[in-house]
C-alpha cells in the first residue's frame, strides 16, 4: 500500500499581460502517480490536478464497479477544471492539468 502524499496549495497565479485567462508560473511538471484503495482517492487526484500537477492513476487493484466510480469521479472533476483524461492501459488514466500537452506515439501493431 502506497502513502497518500498531502495535497499542496494552489500555485500562486500570476496575471496574463494579454488580458486573457490567468496563467500559472512556469515550473517543472510534476506526475503524482496513484494506487487508489478508495473513493476518497479521487478527490486526491482532483485537488493534485487543481494545483497543476499531472496524475497517473492505477484503479487495477480496486474491484471493477468501484474503479469505474472513481474514475468517473476524477474525469469530471478534472473535465470541470478544463483538464484532461487520458486511457493509458486497463485501468490506468492520466489525468493532465489544463495547461499540459501530451503526446502518444501509433503505439505498437
Known amino acids: ?3 497518500a ?3 499542496l496549495p494552489r500555485d500562486p497565479i500570476a496575471p496574463n499581460p494579454l488580458g486573457g485567462p490567468a496563467l500559472r508560473a512556469a515550473r517543472q511538471p510534476e506526475i503524482l502517480v496513484l ?9 486526491l487526484a482532483v485537488e493534485a490536478v487543481r494545483n497543476g500537477r499531472n496524475v497517473l492513476l492505477n484503479a487495477s487493484a480496486l474491484e471493477p464497479r468501484l474503479g469505474q466510480r472513481l474514475v468517473d469521479f476524477t ?6 477544471m478544463e483538464g ?3 486511457r493509458i492501459g486497463e485501468a490506468v488514466f492520466l489525468f493532465t492539468a489544463a495547461l ?4 502518444r506515439n501509433a503505439g505498437p501493431g
Open 5 to 7: 502524499l498531502p495535497v
Open 100 to 103: 499540459s500537452r501530451v503526446e
Open 35 to 43: 494506487f487508489p484503495t478508495g473513493l476518497e482517492d479521487g478527490q
Open 84 to 86: 484532461r483524461s487520458h
Open 1 to 3: 500500500m502506497v502513502p
Open 75 to 80: 474525469c469530471g472533476g478534472v473535465s470541470a
